[in-house]
């Protein structure tokens, strides 16, 4: 029986011709499958091939490599906003959010977009896939119409920043190949970005893909998310005036809320801390009070509000609540959930992803 070959994995260019080096070394043949033959420093999706007898051991090398490689560019990351984008169904107002909260916060910017070839079973994390090389072309031309959508965002963006439209700030963009919550989540693990800013469509919408992918990437990232829907008329943070924090009286909640208001602070914000509950126990309000006391102590220009919905975290009365009192955003910090739970009991970030048309921010404590 013949050794067939495998992909072992999917990396840059640059970072799997440094794969190849090192497997040779260790006496593994390795091939490099690279779709861009012209220009091989652009290329993405490369495939690293090997024998499949050889996999057991190049799967630990590279593992290996790959941990030490991690160490040594920890101490230089920059701080960035990272804007998924969807070319198909992209909210534009995320990107200007996402370029005003890099000037404040003085990050940078990547824009993450994942594109999917269905003519590929794809290899993530060092699992085992197979490649059919009588499907390039389609993949050539997923690739070349990917390119060309960047192509003209750069130039879209650069002609809004000369105009003065948007703030002059550094970005950059990453092409992946896989399925998009997934990587934008890899991403995140491995890059800690400050600040992921997506859009989503919010309540009634005629399609909820980008909406399950905020809500998917809401429920699992490791960095606090900004999601705004299609239909907010805002595109700054200092627009955002009236922030309601939904507390569970967690005492990590006093660490998010800090985190939010000096995210969004302005000479005019206001915050509501609330609280869901089915009954309405007199302990609530004591610990939504002594809340409020709080942050006044601590923002004494911070003008302060509690209320107690009645509800256990039902979106609809949530929803309802923001209406009613002009709530530019819903805050709250979340506990990142497994699969298996979020398939069958959604959080409530997914549930308002899809139920409301009010901007979230999410942090993770």
Known sequence: MDDKLVTLAIRTYQRAQMIKVILEDNGIETLIHNLNIENPEMAVGVRI????????????????????????????????????????????????????????????????????????????????????????????????????????????????IEKGELPKIKFEFELIEGVPEDQILEY????????????????????????????????????????????????????????????????????????????FKNNKLEMYFIHAAEKNQVWDEIMLAGIKTYFENHYPSLKTNYAIISSNNNPELIDNFLKTNNIDLLAFNSRRRKFFSRLFNPGLAYKMVNNSDTPLFVTYM
């Not at 560019?73 to 992209?90: C, S, Y």
């Open 188 to 263: 995140c693990k491995k890059h800690k970005p400050y600040l992921v800013v997506m859009g989503t469509h919010g309540k009634k919408s005629t399609t909820e893909y980008i909406g399950s992918v905020t809500a998917e990437v809401i429920e699992s990232s490791l960095s606090p998310v900004f999601a705004v829907p299609l239909k907010d008329k805002k595109n700054t943070p200092d627009q955002i005036r009236k922030v309601a924090f939904l507390t569970n009286f967690d005492q990590k909640d006093l660490i998010a809320i800090d985190k939010c208001i000096e995210l």
């Open 49 to 160: 091939r090997i024998k499949e007898s050889d996999l057991p051991r190049a799967l630990k090398i590279v593992e290996e490599i790959e941990n030490a490689w991690e160490v040594k560019t920890e101490k230089v990351e920059t701080k960035r906003v990272l804007i998924p984008i969807d070319f198909a169904d992209q909210v534009e107002n995320s990107i200007d959010y996402g370029f005003h909260f890099a000037k404040n916060l003085n990050a940078e910017i990547v824009f993450i977009y994942v594109y999917f070839s269905p003519a590929f079973t794809i290899s993530v994390n060092n699992d085992i896939s197979t490649y059919n090389l009588s499907d390039s072309e389609l993949l050539r031309r997923i690739l070349s119409s990917a390119k060309a959508d960047i192509e003209n965002m750069k130039n879209l963006l650069n002609n809004r």
